[in-house]
């Protein structure tokens, strides 16, 4: 059924490699094909949309909330827009009432295998116009033929900025996991792991350097585990990773381990990246739970430990 998805971004940053290049000549096309000054190829992720590509646009995330997108996902057609100051849905949105002014817009849902609508490829103008119905119809194949690249890509299970699992992903993968645990009777733990002071290095240094810690967290997160352990970013700068247990790694030992590799990854850097971590242990023989369940239960663990270490600051 389709719907908006809560998952995590996909969505690289400025820096373009050969892929998001792809993703550029769709929207150059989308352009061209509707005569407009700005196409995106949009993704809404969480309470964020973000832009896998652009052109004629220079932000890299909106609220969702603000978002034409987000109006685009809940259905299965197109929403075209032609005059948007006239439509009582988006005249008092910033984009119409400000700078870029947008006037048009057109959006060709993107889902995920069919499913879910995860994000729309985009037109917009300046001025109010109208499509042809076989601009609408060639808008609406490019649209297909983006779908197909980003489910054979995985993308819509991968997080861009980290190269990580994200929420979609993570989901995805979880149950076939846990049902290999319990068939190998194995026992498995969720960790989940929190950036404290994530919004200091954002201020402090700005959000070039946050994404830098992001993805040193990442790689530090991935030195840390096992390959064949599951690790992903949830959102923002929370983290997880789901690993079974024997005697050849504790779940005690992934947070010291994760610590001396940030020490290593971030000595050269302006910031220092601590975190909080709670676990959640699961026997084999245990009824299995959802994954929302024991996500909730790690973050709360993770919560205290927050919180105990604010308690143990303040009695200093």
Known sequence: M?????????ISQSSQTAREETFVRFTRLAAFIAQTDIATVSLIEGDKLYF?????????????????????????QPLIVNDLSKDARFADNPIVQADPFIRFYAGFPISVN??????????????????????????SELSRLLELQI???????????????NRRGFYAKTES???????????????YFDIDGFKTINDQFGHSQGDL???????????????????????????????????????????????QELTHLAQNEQFTIHFSS???????????????????????????????????CKGK
């Open 114 to 139: 069919g499913e879910q609508n995860i994000g729309a490829l985009c037109v917009m103008h300046g001025k109010p116009r109208h499509l042809t119905q076989e601009q609408i119809n060639a808008l």
């Open 213 to 259: 810690a992001l993805r040193l967290f990442a790689t530090a997160l991935r030195h840390s585990v096992r390959g064949s352990d599951l690790i992903a970013r949830l959102g923002g700068d929370e983290f997880c990773v789901l690993m079974t247990l024997n005697g050849l790694q504790r779940e005690v030992d992934i947070p010291a381990r994760l610590e």
């Open 2 to 10: 389709n719907g908006v998805t809560t998952a995590e971004p996909l």
């Open 278 to 312: 709670g676990t959640i242990i699961r026997d084999p023989d245990v009824e299995q739970a959802p994954i929302d369940s024991l996500l909730n239960r790690a973050d709360q663990a993770m919560y205290q430990e927050k919180r105990r270490k604010k308690l143990e």
């Open 151 to 165: 489910n054979h890509a995985d993308l819509a299970l991968t997080d861009d900025m980290t190269g990580l699992l």
């Open 177 to 191: 996991f846990i049902e290999r645990c319990i068939e190998n009777q194995e026992s498995y733990v969720l960790i």
């Open 52 to 76: 896998k590509a652009q052109v004629g646009f220079d932000l890299e995330e909106i609220n969702a909330a603000d978002s034409f997108t987000i109006h685009t996902v809940q259905q299965l």
